[in-house]
């Protein structure tokens, strides 16, 4: 590939800018990912495929994606034609340089998470504008001349100015990405289960929709395979525990990884550090919260917020390959990813709902006995012990069945976290011989 970096760099107001051409563009170096950072991609030449999250965008000379902080995204550069864009990330801090009331400068990443619009298309003099603008902050940017720093900032609310009122006008219907329905509907099943089975068999059973003729529609609409995006989740998942301190093993486990060497070897490939390194680097300190006294105007109250988080690392069905007339009996693995342990005395219940593949509720099991204290980073395995048939064992047809774990499922713990407290798993039970 010929490219050339017109100009990179990073300023003290927290822009993180860069232009790029290419000659023969190369899709491999752009990878699935995330940052906490805003980011604005700019279309000057060239043709592409932009990915947000579960919407596909088809890119011409023109066209603007927004990336919300979090929101993971790829690029694939068509080949064969040259390419040259412009990419702006900043933080949210930034904003802060804007006096209070006033136009809300990133009004538009936050419209377009309710609105599910990502794309912006200009007109050939309102991208020329914006070029123009962009080179400013480019020339401002590189300058040792005086208070330059307030020019960059002055041409950056500019742009963002301009950038709002262009997404304002569009109709969601312009701007919204298309991908089938079907396949969102996994997506999401996906990022609900990744501490499950996300096997080709396994969704093939749950969705009824061929194995191989999944994997060929994941990658013509993708424009990567099935398994790349689940272990990119999986990683992503992975690293959000390990900077809120959870131990690699667990983070590993509570990820869906079934292998750590397996998991060790994909994080060090593609984050260039071991999982322990990651977490030293970039382990979060607790920030304190500060309230004022209502009786005393002139003191605060330092108080550390620290709650424990429960997430379901696994589903384990006794015996493991039933059959019809079996007595059936499901367990949670619970492992607490927070920072602090569960009360003491306080009942970690999980609940199980099973379900047939019309989503028809079945049957209701529920374990509510363990009262010990889960420390961060333990894990304890729990048995259904009752249910609405006053037993917690569920007799066993035969046929493909759902049953969904879901822990702490009466609210009796505060957590940091209560969206991550259920995870399903398909259950097939053979006709017995």
Known sequence: MIGILTFDKKSSLGLDYSHYKTTYPDSSQYNFHNHD?????IMISGSASYFVEKSSYSM???DIILVNCGENHRMVVHPFTSFESIKINFRKSITNTVPQPTFDIIHCFKDKSARGCSKISLKRDDLLKLINICSKIEHTADSRLVACEVLELAYFLELMVYINRYYMDISSSESVGFIPRNLQ?????????????LSL?????????NRYYLSHLFKKVMCFNINEYIIRKRLQNAKALLSNGVNPADACRASGFNDYSNFLRLFKKIESVSPSQFRKNTLKPVEPVNRKNSGDNDSTIISLVKLPDLVIADIVCTPPKPSSGDLIKF???ILNIGKAATPPGVTIGVSFTL?????????????DTYNKQLLPGQSVKLTANSGHTGTGAWTAKEGVFSVLANVDDLGRIAESNKDNNKMDKIIKVRKRS
């Open 37 to 41: 950072t805003y980011e604005i991609f």
């Open 355 to 367: 379900t047939g593949m019309n989503n028809e509720e079945l049957f209701v099991t529920w374990s």
């Open 331 to 333: 367990s949670a693995v």
């Open 60 to 62: 011409v000379p023109g």
């Open 185 to 197: 509907n996994i997506l999401t099943y996906i990022d609900n289960n990744l501490q499950g089975d």
């Open 201 to 209: 068999k396994s969704l093939e059973e749950k969705f009824y929709i």
